[in-house]
């Protein structure tokens, strides 16, 4: 992992003013899935397991993908 690099990175985007605090506060609303639609998540991270989630619950059928091995 790279902190430093993850530091300049939000560094850099906060000074260009697209890393700014979001005034969402419901819940995610997303409408229903054309029929046959799968979603594919890339990445088993907490970002793309949440997404997952999200869209499994509002009715898509999701793939996770995820390049490194975990262990078990």
Known sequence: MNVAGSAA???AM???GYAEGSSFTGPIKLSPPPAG???LSLGAGVAGMVAAMELRD???QVRVLE???RPT
């Open 9 to 11: 990175m939000y560094h």
């Open 14 to 16: 906060t000074e260009l």
């Open 37 to 39: 639609t799968t979603v």
């Open 58 to 60: 509002a009715g898509y």
């Open 67 to 69: 390049y490194n091995a």
